[in-house]
């Protein structure tokens, strides 16, 4: 199962009632935070002061949701990209009812999971696959990017082989830019993009997409 999320506010009354039987409080959460551009975290010591558990401001926005679900800090790790290895972070992905991907730069998290060798181990992951933002863009095997301040131009982009028939368009605000860059997705590849803002999520079961909250589906 793959849940696509445009924020952190999936433990809101719009998607609390769908995902409470998704998300089990005695589930493992295995967080993937590998979005980070290197001008917000540098080395180890910064990872570590924004993901420590007890202090970490990007740590508690990433799990503050899921304690509404039951699940206690116990039961989440983290893959550190400045300390774990290859085996070591496949281990954690492995352990886990859910592997989470954080917001941010969405080929970085790509480029990070190529160089430790674990698209396969996510890709062929037996539980869910959840992200938010960029989190949410690579799980889709062709996914482009829209211009914006960090990306002067539309690009395609390869993401994980969990999702192949749609993209999907974060953070859509109806603007020229993003209509542009969905109406080309969908000519150039044929394939559908469902469009997100605050409030949505998209729920992937084999065949089966529901759309929660504000997520739809774009029409031309």
Same mark, same amino acid.
């Given at each position: 199962?793959?849940?696509? #999320?445009?924020? #952190?506010?999936? =433990?809101? @009354?719009?998607?609390?009632?769908?995902?409470?039987?998704?998300?089990?409080?005695?589930?493992?959460?295995?967080?993937?935070?590998?979005?980070f551009h290197e001008d917000w975290i540098k080395n180890e010591a910064e990872w570590k002061?924004? %993901?420590?558990?007890?202090?970490?401001?990007?740590?508690?926005?990433?799990?503050?949701?899921? %304690?509404?679900?039951?699940?206690?800090?116990?039961?989440?790790? #983290?893959?550190? %990209?400045?300390?774990?290895? +290859?085996?070591?972070?496949?281990?954690?992905?492995? +352990?886990?009812?859910?592997?989470?991907?954080?917001?941010?730069?969405?080929?970085?998290?790509? +480029?990070?999971?190529?160089?430790?060798? #674990?698209?396969?181990?996510?890709? =062929?992951?037996?539980?869910?696959?959840?992200?938010?933002?960029?989190?949410?863009?690579?799980?889709?095997?062709?996914? %482009?990017? @829209?211009?914006?301040?960090?990306?002067?131009?539309?690009?395609?982009?390869?993401?994980?082989?969990?999702?192949?028939?749609?993209?999907?368009?974060?953070?859509?605000?109806?603007?020229? @830019?993003?209509?542009?860059s969905i109406e080309k997705y969908i000519r150039e590849n044929r394939k559908m993009v469902?469009?997100?803002?605050?409030? +949505?999520?998209?729920?992937?079961?084999?065949?089966?997409?529901?759309?929660?909250?504000?997520?739809?589906?774009?029409?031309?």
């Amino acid at each position: 199962m793959n849940i696509l #999320l445009d924020g #952190l506010d999936f =433990h809101e @009354s719009w998607a609390y009632k769908a995902l409470k039987n998704i998300i089990k409080p005695e589930y493992k959460i295995c967080v993937i935070p590998f979005a980070f551009h290197e001008d917000w975290i540098k080395n180890e010591a910064e990872w570590k002061k924004s %993901y420590n558990k007890i202090s970490g401001e990007y740590y508690k926005n990433i799990v503050t949701p899921f %304690y509404t679900y039951g699940i206690e800090d116990d039961n989440v790790t #983290l893959v550190n %990209y400045f300390t774990d290895s +290859s085996e070591g972070a496949k281990t954690k992905i492995n +352990s886990a009812d859910i592997v989470f991907f954080t917001g941010g730069f969405p080929n970085k998290i790509m +480029s990070r999971l190529l160089e430790l060798d #674990l698209v396969n181990t996510v890709e =062929h992951h037996s539980g869910i696959i959840m992200g938010w933002s960029a989190g949410a863009m690579i799980q889709c095997s062709d996914y %482009y990017i @829209s211009p914006d301040k960090d990306y002067p131009e539309f690009i395609y982009e390869k993401g994980l082989r969990c999702i192949e028939n749609f993209a999907v368009e974060v953070h859509y605000k109806n603007t020229d @830019s993003q209509k542009k860059s969905i109406e080309k997705y969908i000519r150039e590849n044929r394939k559908m993009v469902y469009t997100t803002q605050k409030q +949505s999520a998209i729920i992937v079961d084999s065949d089966k997409v529901t759309l929660l909250g504000n997520a739809k589906v774009y029409k031309i």
